[in-house]
């Protein structure tokens, strides 16, 4: 099993998802808990079908975390 992260100091998804190709699922993070859903809609339109789990909170990506 290989995992790719990809992530957004901005908060754009578009971003965050540029180094994924062809994924058998998602496990995504996004700051605040508003963000979710429009973050869920755009990861399903790049990735229709695939399943993925999100949620809101702080997160760990490559060397430093993500609070904002």
Same mark, same amino acid.
Request: charged fraction near 15%; avoid cysteine.
């Given at each position: 099993?290989?995992?790719?992260?990809?992530?957004?100091?901005?908060?754009?998804?578009?971003? #965050?998802? =540029?180094?994924? @190709?062809?994924?058998?699922?998602?496990?995504? +993070?996004?700051?605040?808990?508003?963000?979710? *859903?429009?973050? #869920?809609? =755009?990861?399903? @339109?790049?990735?229709?079908?695939?399943?993925? +789990?999100?949620?809101?909170?702080?997160?760990? *990506?490559?060397?430093?975390?993500?609070?904002?």
């Amino acid at each position: 099993m290989k995992f790719v992260f990809g992530n957004s100091k901005t908060g754009n998804v578009a971003e #965050a998802l =540029q180094a994924i @190709q062809s994924p058998e699922a998602l496990l995504f +993070i996004v700051s605040d808990e508003s963000m979710l *859903a429009d973050a #869920a809609a =755009q990861i399903e @339109q790049v990735f229709p079908g695939v399943p993925s +789990i999100g949620g809101g909170g702080q997160s760990y *990506a490559g060397k430093g975390t993500v609070d904002q």
